[in-house]
């Protein structure tokens, strides 16, 4: 959205032209193979004049979303030999950001900020480096205390061989919890604390491995092995927490995940679509007393639509299917981006759910850029904004097997609706503040840090 995709001569009226030469300033970290990957031109291609502006605003838009810069700015010149060369001006971003850890362990800003409670929260070290060694390579350490204690490293290489196709991920780690959500009961999470105690602890690992082989399509394939412990006290609180009440359960985890992005900025699109399809295996019988066997299939939909210069229209479906699971490998709506807008409060767990929401927003105060000069630095000083204004209706409904005596939302339809600012700025940074209202006749004000659809 931010990318400045700019033409600064006139195009030829007819006819072919050939791409002379590109020409790539300011990346001084990321080497260019990493830009060339994005783009929908190369040195030599021979295209249609009238194709050629298509090309360089793809090109710009898909260069943007590698979220390693700032700005990109792509602008032909013509020759008089119907030959264009291609130049290219980036700003790069600010890769290496060894801060303090703050963040909250409620699943939304929202139900935390209902008790203010400053026991849940994590808080640490998380030392990432993003684009490590120029190469869009990912290398983070987390050390986490507070709420959720969790001690690991991960690392991501997105091209491992000559054509730009194989990526390779590992992650490993620790987790412990002295607090843990063991039930949900009216729609609400209940939790059980022990200060002297670890109640949960997990040792995680992952191996994963990506396919890109065109621009907006990716497969994923990962193998993980979980291994937890869980206190005798969580099987008290419910029997079905676990399986068989075990207090170690190790299981191996397969999952495949297949996406086709065209959105035209990922952090807050305005037009394009995006199709995804994620299955995972948790249990594959390949380890001794493994009792874990089951499995969900997820998939999402989402199209974007520019309506007129200000007015823009999104919608997006999301369906879910999953075995009978124990309660601390539950799926339903009320987690991350999955909930009926009005119904952040709570959670509605079951085996299959089907979500659907829509958008339709105002561009407010349209994409501008102000300049901080006492920042010396154009990684921070030139700030990217803008603002929206949208009306938005959700409808959601899960199946479940729990009764409906305990859990009332359950197995009912849920409606949500209201209308919402959007504040959108550089670093990929969405802040939303909505007002709705749901079927129940509950209303309020909500805040969230993603975009919605």
């Known amino acids: 959205m931010f990318a400045n995709k700019s033409i600064n001569n006139e195009l030829p009226d007819s006819g072919m032209i050939v791409v002379h030469k590109i020409i790539i300033e300011g990346n001084k970290i990321t080497k260019d193979y990493i830009v060339l990957r994005e783009l929908l031109l190369k040195e030599g291609d021979t295209l249609?004049?009238?194709?050629?502006?298509e090309r360089i605003k793809k090109s710009s838009e898909n260069v943007m979303n590698t979220s390693l810069f700032n700005f990109v700015t792509i602008m032909p010149e013509f020759d008089n030999k119907n030959g264009v060369k291609i130049n290219i001006k980036l700003i790069?971003?600010?890769?290496?950001?060894?801060?303090?850890?703050?963040?909250?362990?409620?699943r939304n800003f929202n139900t935390w900020w209902k008790t203010k409670d400053f026991n849940r929260v994590n808080y640490g070290i998380d030392l990432t480096?993003?684009?490590?060694?120029?190469?869009k390579e990912t290398l983070s350490f987390i050390f986490s205390l507070g709420y959720d204690e969790n001690y690991g490293v991960a690392y991501t290489i997105p091209y491992l061989d000559n054509k730009k196709t194989l990526g390779l991920t590992f992650e490993g780690g620790i987790m412990r919890n002295h607090e843990v959500a063991y039930n949900t009961t009216n729609n609400k999470i209940e939790f059980f604390k022990e200060t002297d105690t670890y109640l949960k602890k997990q040792i995680y690992s992952t191996l994963g491995f990506t396919y890109r082989r065109s621009i907006h399509?990716?497969?994923?394939?990962?193998?993980?092995?979980?291994?937890?412990?869980?206190?005798?006290?969580?099987?008290?609180?419910?029997?079905?927490?676990?399986?068989?009440?075990?207090?170690?359960?190790?299981?191996?985890?397969?999952?495949?995940?297949?996406?086709?992005?065209?959105?035209?900025?990922?952090?807050?699109?305005?037009?394009?679509?995006?199709?995804?399809?994620k299955y995972i295996k948790n249990g594959m019988g390949l380890l001794n007393n493994e009792e874990i066997n089951?499995?969900?299939?997820?998939?999402?939909?989402?199209?974007?639509?520019?309506?007129?210069?200000?007015?823009?229209?999104?919608?997006?479906?999301?369906?879910?299917?999953?075995?009978e699971s124990p309660y601390f490998l539950?799926?339903?709506?009320?987690?991350?981006?999955?909930?009926?807008?009005?119904?952040?409060?709570?959670?509605?767990?079951?085996q299959s759910f089907g979500l659907l929401k829509t958008n339709i927003k105002y561009n407010l105060i349209p994409p501008k850029v102000k300049k901080i000069n006492l920042v010396k630095t154009?990684?921070?000083?030139?700030?990217?904004?803008?603002?929206?204004?949208?009306?938005?209706?959700?409808?959601?409904?899960?199946?479940?097997?729990?009764?409906?005596?305990?859990n009332p939302l359950n197995n009912q339809l849920l409606l949500g609706g209201g209308i919402g600012l959007?504040?959108?700025?550089?670093?990929?940074?969405?802040?939303?503040?909505?007002?709705?209202?749901?079927?129940?006749?509950?209303?309020g004000v909500f805040i969230h840090f993603m975009t919605s659809i």
């Open 129 to 135: 480096a993003y684009n490590f060694r120029g190469r």
């Open 330 to 350: 539950n799926y339903g709506l009320g987690y991350g981006r999955d909930f009926v807008r009005s119904y952040e409060y709570y959670v509605i767990n079951g």
């Open 217 to 277: 399509y990716i497969h994923t394939l990962n193998l993980s092995y979980f291994n937890y412990y869980f206190a005798d006290t969580l099987f008290n609180l419910n029997k079905d927490y676990s399986i068989n009440k075990n207090t170690f359960t190790g299981f191996l985890s397969l999952s495949y995940h297949f996406k086709i992005d065209y959105r035209d900025y990922r952090p807050y699109p305005l037009k394009g679509s995006y199709f995804d399809i």
């Open 378 to 406: 154009e990684k921070f000083n030139t700030i990217p904004y803008a603002f929206y204004v949208n009306l938005f209706a959700d409808a959601g409904y899960v199946k479940s097997k729990a009764s409906e005596l305990i």
């Open 294 to 323: 089951t499995y969900s299939i997820e998939s999402s939909i989402r199209k974007y639509w520019k309506l007129n210069q200000r007015f823009y229209f999104a919608s997006g479906l999301t369906l879910m299917h999953s075995s």
């Open 48 to 53: 249609l004049n009238k194709d050629l502006s």
């Open 92 to 106: 790069e971003r600010w890769y290496v950001w060894p801060i303090p850890e703050f963040n909250l362990a409620d």
């Open 422 to 443: 959007d504040f959108v700025t550089y670093y990929d940074k969405v802040i939303r503040i909505e007002y709705s209202i749901n079927k129940k006749g509950e209303s």
